[in-house]
């Protein structure tokens, strides 16, 4: 069966003069484009540069918000009071918001960034608490979520608009969580590797774990890491193989 499937990719990850990945040529490939928000990653010029280019280009805009953690790129695990984390998710999707206003454009989903969406992914009322926050902000957001885990658990609860997420550049455990980054084998280099995983995804609608497990779910969009050396010729391989299967690879939402 052939699918309508998104490509996205986390990117405006650059801060002040330093670059990281190359958002342009990624523009190329993706349909759907995740800005980093100022804590984790970015500030307010990389911001609206990235959400101007990707907008020129057709790409949907996303905010992907993470823990305050420019250092450590949003992948420490912090433990906040839950009415602070409900403030640090307002404090980005405004500022992702106006940027993404000021160049034209509108946020059209959301997503959580690193040590954040993997705890998210155990706990499902964490999970609430962020998604809660940004349904509350904007009721439009499509929330991208790791399927079979607490976030989807959490979204079912909540009944907003949800797209399924899995990633060309990750394997998975057997409980549809990702394998940890320290992990032999958690990163996927390879773009033709990828590109093979995504279509067989895909086609199947399942999480192909690295144990060769299937778990049936909901697929949705397709993410390529932006700060991933390959992840270019990953997101050209994966696209250009999709497409091959007579899959039509567009936006999560169309304009309106």
């Keep these: ?4 499937i998104d490509l996205n990719a986390d990117m405006g990850e650059g801060f002040g003069r330093w670059s ?4 342009s040529a990624l523009l190329e490939h993706i349909t759907s484009a995740n800005i980093a928000c100022g804590l984790h990653a970015g500030d307010p010029d990389v911001m609206a540069k990235t959400m101007r280019a990707a907008l020129n280009k057709g790409v949907n805009l996303g905010a992907h918000p993470g823990f305050p953690d420019l250092q450590g790129f949003g992948r420490r695990r912090m433990k906040l009071p839950e009415s602070s984390l409900r403030n640090m998710i307002r404090y980005q999707l405004g500022a992702a918001d106006a940027m993404a206003r000021a160049e034209g454009g509108r946020l059209r989903h959301f997503k959580l960034h690193g040590a954040l969406s993997n705890m998210a ?6 999970a609430r608490a962020c998604y809660e926050t940004a349904l509350d902000f904007d009721p439009d957001l499509v929330i991208l979520i790791l399927p079979l885990t607490a976030m989807e658990e959490a979204m079912q609860a909540l009944g907003g608009n949800w797209a399924g997420e899995i990633f ?3 394997a998975y455990n057997e409980d549809a969580t990702l394998v940890d980054r320290s992990q032999p084998g958690a990163m996927i280099h390879d773009p033709v590797e990828a590109a093979a995983n995504m ?3 895909v086609r199947e609608q399942a999480i192909i774990c690295a144990s060769g497990k299937r778990l049936p779910c909901r697929i ?3 993410c390529v890491h932006g700060d991933t050396p390959e992840s270019l010729e990953i997101a050209r391989t994966v696209r250009a193989r999709l ?4 899959n039509e690879v567009r936006p999560l939402l169309p304009d309106r």
């Design 1 to 4: 069966m052939k699918r309508k």
């Design 20 to 23: 990281i990945g190359d958002d």
């Design 121 to 126: 992914s155990e706990d499902t009322a964490l």
């Design 168 to 170: 060309a550049d990750r």
């Design 199 to 201: 279509v067989s995804m």
């Design 220 to 222: 949705d969009t397709i």
């Design 243 to 246: 497409q091959a299967e007579g």
